[in-house]
């Protein structure tokens, strides 16, 4: 059965800080020329309060970015498989959508996405593996950030995600639902940005 998005439930926060603790020792195993910046726990079931499927994502920031081989080699004792997308052209499998306005070069944009247990089904992990200079990393996590802060967006991304799924029920896979989101992210990607340096600037 196909996850739907679920009320909130705390016990996410406590299965991502496990999973991250999990990844980041894995990735110790890469490679000595990887440096990795960051394990993230992000995404919806991440942001205390938000309503979301039940699914967890994880985002590694690395740069180089590994090869798929040395991914798999540390990855696969986890249980994770490299997900192919539902697409040749599916949206975050190989590279995201250029986001963050910004002007950069095209192999920033590149990454590697994971999962463990059926991506469809709750329960499942999603792993996001970017370059540590990928603006989609920095937008992950202050997205998320930006959420955490401010109850009232949160709420309102809430009910964008809610309409969004209902328009895309019965579907075979989610790629419109995710390519529908970017309108969504466009708008708010300001706000975010404004906030995000006035944090840093504080």
């Known amino acids: ?3 739907g998005v679920e009320a909130y439930d705390p016990h996410w926060a406590d299965r991502g800080a496990e999973l991250v603790t999990d990844v980041r020792a894995a990735m110790a195993g890469l490679p000595d020329s990887c440096d ?3 394990v993230d726990h992000i995404g ?3 942001v205390p309060g938000l309503p979301a499927k ?3 994502d994880l985002q590694v920031a690395v740069l180089p970015l590994p090869s798929d081989a040395a991914l798999a080699d540390v990855l696969a004792p986890l249980g994770f498989v490299r997900e192919p997308g539902a697409r040749p052209d599916s949206p975050g499998v190989s590279s995201d959508v250029p ?3 910004v002007a ?3 192999e920033v944009w590149r990454k590697s996405l994971w999962t463990r247990g059926d991506p469809m089904v709750a329960g499942a992990v999603i792993l996001h593996v970017r370059r540590a200079d990928s603006p989609w990393a920095c937008w ?3 997205f998320r950030d930006w959420l955490r802060a401010h109850p009232a967006e949160r709420d309102a991304y809430a009910a964008v995600k809610q309409e969004l799924m209902a328009a895309n029920a019965g579907r075979p896979d989610y790629d419109d639902y995710t390519r529908a989101k970017t309108t969504y ?3 708010v990607e300001p706000l975010v940005r404004a906030w995000r340096d006035a944090e840093q600037d504080g």
Request: glycine residues 0%.
């Open 36 to 38: 990795v910046a960051a």
């Open 185 to 187: 992210f466009d708008r």
């Open 140 to 142: 992950a996590v202050a």
């Open 44 to 46: 919806s079931t991440s």
């Open 104 to 106: 950069a070069p095209a």
């Open 99 to 101: 986001r963050w306005d």
């Open 1 to 3: 059965m196909v996850a």
């Open 54 to 56: 039940p699914f967890i």
